[in-house]
């Protein structure tokens, strides 16, 4: 099945949010402690956090703040890593188009 364009931006945003945590659990003590900080940093619950494990982060206001407590933190995150690009998005359908056998 082909992917369409709003599933691949929610899979890589899903993914970049994943690797923010991870990131950031290396300069906390562990991943729950790294999702309750981004909790705490943006004003929104663990639960609303936790959610954007399967579907990235909701909102540019959001992911602007985690890109700035990232800063303070010691590690780069970009908000087109958290919030891909049209242009990003089109080209990770191209590879997955290409890597299940579909023409371009």
């Known amino acids: 099945m082909q992917p369409n364009h709003e599933e ?3 899979e890589l945003a899903a993914d970049a949010f994943v690797a923010y945590v991870r990131l950031l659990s290396l300069h906390s ?4 402690q790294a999702i309750k900080e981004i909790a ?7 639960i609303t956090v936790r959610g954007w494990q399967k579907r990235g982060v909701q909102g540019r206001d959001n992911a602007m703040v985690m890109c700035q407590f990232a800063q303070l933190r010691g590690f ?12 990003v998005v ?3 359908i191209d590879i997955e188009r290409a890597r299940l056998g579909y023409a371009a």
């Open 8 to 10: 691949m931006r929610a």
């Open 29 to 32: 003590s562990d991943k729950a």
């Open 40 to 46: 705490g940093c943006i004003g929104k619950s663990e």
């Open 76 to 87: 780069y995150f970009g908000i087109h890593m958290l919030m891909p690009t049209e242009k």
């Open 90 to 92: 089109a080209r990770y």
